[in-house]
C-alpha cells in the first residue's frame, strides 16, 4: 500500500515542539488503544529523552477490554506510567490528571524546596486523529480547544489552563519522516490517521474487512451478511453491497460507497470493539526474523 506519509507542515510541527520542549514538565502521549503500537511515533523516545513521561489509550471504549490491559501493563513494564481513557468522557478524568501529578511530583517537590509553588506544564503529544484536543477539553470542562474527526485539524500550539497550577499545551499530530511497517501503515491508515483521499479507500476497506474477519468473524459477518472468513478480497466489497443493497444502474456493485461505509462503521466502533495489535506482537516478530536469519548463516558455514 503506498501512502504519502509526511506531509510538508510536519517538518515546521516538529520544530515547534522542539522547541517548546524546555518549557514542558511532563509529556502526554496520546495513542489508539486499537492500535497502541501503529500509533506511538517512534521518535518521540529520543525526542522526550529525560522528561516525564505518561502514555494514555484513548478510544479504549472501541477496543478489546482484555487487550487495552495488556497493553496498559506491558507499558508500565517498560517504565511509561499508563492507562486506558474515553476522551469523550468524563469516567478516566481523575485517573488522567493523577497520573500527570504523580508524574510531575519530583519536579514540584523540588521546587516546593526552593519556595517556588510549580506550575506544571504538560505537552500533550501524539500522531494526527488520536484524540488529543478533545482529552484536553474533556480535562478542562470546556471546548478550549479545536477538535475534529479528520487528522491535521490542531495547526499550531494551542495553551489550555486547567487549574492555577496545571497548563496543558496541545500539538499538532506529529509523524515520522519514513513509515517502514507495512502493517502499521495500514492500521494507521484503517483508524483515519491518514487521510482517506491520499488513500484507494476500496482497496483500504477491503483489507480492513480481511482482518477484521480473521479477528472477529462473527461481529463482521452479524455487520454484513453475506461476509464469511476465506472471502478473496476482491469478493468483500462486493459482498458488503450485497449485504445492504448498495446498487448502482444495472445491479452493479456500489463498491465505494461500501468501502465508505466500512471505513465510518469500523472507525465508529459500530462493527465489533476489536484491538488489532498485541503487546510484544513486534518484538516476537523480529525475533522470529532474527532467527530465521541467524538459521541461515549457521547453514552457510
Known amino acids: 500500500m503506498q501512502i504519502q506519509w509526511y506531509p510538508g507542515h510536519m517538518a515546521k510541527a516538529r520544530r515547534m515542539l522542539l522547541e517548546n520542549l524546555k518549557l514542558i514538565d511532563v509529556v502526554v502521549e496520546i495513542v489508539d488503544a486499537r ?13 522526550f529523552a529525560g522528561k516525564a513521561r505518561v502514555v494514555l489509550l484513548n478510544k479504549s471504549d472501541l477496543a478489546d477490554p482484555a487487550l487495552v490491559t495488556a497493553w496498559v501493563e506491558s507499558l508500565r513494564a517498560q517504565g511509561l506510567p499508563a492507562a486506558g481513557i474515553v476522551s469523550t468522557s468524563s469516567a478516566g478524568k481523575k485517573a488522567a490528571i493523577s497520573l500527570i501529578e504523580r508524574a510531575a511530583a519530583p519536579r514540584v517537590a523540588k521546587m516546593r524546596e526552593k519556595g517556588v509553588n510549580k506550575t506544571v506544564r504538560v505537552m500533550i503529544a501524539g500522531i494526527p486523529n488520536v484524540g488529543k484536543s478533545t482529552f484536553i477539553n474533556r480535562i478542562a470542562g470546556a471546548n478550549r480547544a479545536q477538535v475534529g474527526d479528520k487528522p491535521g485539524v490542531t495547526k499550531g500550539k ?30 494507521l491508515a484503517f483508524l483515519g490517521s ?12 477491503a483489507e480492513l474487512l480481511l482482518e477484521l474477519l ?3 468473524p462473527q461481529a463482521v459477518a452479524a455487520r454484513y451478511q453475506r461476509l464469511a472468513p476465506g472471502m478473496a ?11 445492504r443493497s448498495f446498487l448502482l444502474s444495472g445491479r452493479e456493485p456500489d463498491t465505494e460507497r461500501a468501502a465508505r461505509v466500512v471505513l465510518d462503521e469500523f472507525r465508529a466502533g ?14 516476537a516478530q523480529q525475533d522470529a526474523t532474527e532467527q530465521t536469519e541467524e538459521t541461515g548463516n549457521a547453514a552457510d558455514t
Open 214 to 216: 480473521a479477528l472477529c
Open 194 to 205: 491518514i487521510k482517506d483521499d491520499v488513500m484507494d479507500v476500496e482497496r483500504l476497506a
Open 158 to 187: 494551542q495553551w489550555v489552563k486547567i487549574t492555577p497550577y496545571l497548563e496543558l499545551m496541545d500539538t499538532p499530530g506529529l509523524l515520522w519522516p519514513k513509515l517502514e511497517d507495512a502493517t502499521h501503515a495500514k492500521h
Open 233 to 243: 478480497i476482491d469478493e468483500v466489497l462486493p459482498a458488503v453491497c450485497e449485504s
Open 270 to 283: 459500530r462493527i465489533a470493539k476489536v484491538t488489532l495489535e498485541q503487546p510484544g506482537e513486534k518484538a
Open 35 to 47: 492500535a497502541p503500537a501503529a500509533t506511538r511515533n517512534p521518535d518521540f523516545d529520543a525526542l
